[in-house]
């Protein structure tokens, strides 16, 4: 049995310097592949991402542009204060927009005489950009026109050839004005 015990340290003995002198084993090839292949899907997905950014960048331009060129409406619902006196040559503002016009379609529903009568109108016109156009008063002291014109983002109205002598006038409109940012 000393025998048997002393060729089995012996065997050890001899087995253990190999142990200790070897390096450690390469990394197995599988590994270099898994890392290569990991390194190439994140390449490709850094690639679909620039594509995907390049992309809503174009469709946000494009929004853009179709906004930009959207015909929005803004209504107009105004009332006037009274044209009499020294005010009657000031105009009124009836709708402001804040664009390019496009076009306005204005009513005149009603004017309105100071302290007296109301006379039912119902007309309309259509102002382009920086056009103008003539709706007849009634109720004034002589014949003269409310002048609907745009000017500086804005739907103004003003008394043309009307006399205030007693009492002022007043429009009722409605409408809309249609723009472009």
């Known amino acids: 049995m000393k025998a048997i015990i002393a060729a089995a340290g012996m065997t050890l003995l001899a087995l253990a310097p190999a142990g200790f002198s070897q390096s450690p084993p390469p990394p197995a090839p599988a590994q270099g592949d898994v890392t290569r292949r990991i390194d190439a899907e994140l390449s490709n997905l850094r690639r679909d991402v620039d594509q995907l950014r390049r992309q809503v960048e174009a469709l946000t331009r494009a929004l853009i542009d179709v906004n930009n060129q959207l015909v929005?409406?803004?209504?107009?619902?105004?009332?006037?204060?009274?044209?009499?006196?020294?005010?009657?040559?000031?105009?009124?503002?009836?709708?402001?927009?804040?664009?390019?016009?496009?076009?306005?379609?204005?009513?005149?529903?009603?004017?309105?005489?100071?302290?007296?009568?109301t006379f039912n109108i119902e007309r309309s016109v259509v102002i382009t950009p920086g056009g103008s156009a003539p709706i007849a008063v009634e109720g004034a002291d002589a014949l003269c026109n409310w002048?609907?014109?745009?000017?500086?983002?804005?739907?103004?109205?003003?008394?043309?050839?009307?006399?205030?002598?007693?009492?002022?006038?007043?429009?009722?409109?409605?409408?809309?004005a249609y723009y472009r940012r």
């Open 147 to 176: 002048v609907i014109y745009d000017e500086g983002n804005a739907i103004k109205v003003r008394s043309e050839g009307c006399s205030y002598f007693s009492r002022g006038l007043r429009g009722y409109f409605t409408g809309a």
């Open 72 to 117: 929005t409406a803004h209504q107009i619902n105004a009332v006037t204060d009274y044209f009499g006196g020294e005010s009657s040559l000031q105009p009124k503002v009836i709708s402001n927009y804040p664009g390019h016009l496009v076009s306005a379609n204005v009513t005149l529903i009603r004017t309105e005489r100071q302290g007296a009568q």
